[in-house]
Nanobody, 120 residues
């Protein structure tokens, strides 16, 4: 059973940067797609970024392209999300996800989430 634990969220000003981390316990992740989703107040959870097994494939939501970067370190069983040029509309709870399906529709595992709040 995979357990995911996010960290790195916080309260920052617009234009700032944050780096979120998600560490996995219980099972190694190299065979999984890893990703980040977010959920803003009153909105549905939305996909943000995903990364393939060997970091050779990354894909992003159009709304975050150029500002967010996903990466992974399989030796540390960890996935990261670098958030740059943050905007107030990036305020949300950010969740990491692991699945053997690229679109996270097979049997995704979720972390508990980490809050990111961007003030204007």
């Amino acid at each position: 059973q995979v357990q995911l634990v996010e960290s790195g969220g916080g309260l920052v000003q617009a234009g700032s940067s944050l780096r979120l981390s998600c560490a996995a316990a219980g099972r190694t992740l190299p065979s999984y797609f890893l990703g980040w989703f977010r959920q803003a107040p009153g909105k549905e959870r939305e996909f943000v970024a995903g990364i393939g097994y060997a970091s050779d494939t990354t894909y992003y939501a159009e709304s975050v392209k150029g500002r967010l970067t996903i990466s992974r370190d399989n030796a540390k069983n960890t996935v990261y999300l670098q958030l740059n040029s943050l905007k107030p509309e990036d305020t949300a709870v950010y969740y990491c996800a692991a699945d053997q399906n690229r679109q996270f529709r097979l049997a995704p595992k979720w972390g508990q989430g980490t809050q990111v709040t961007v003030s204007s």
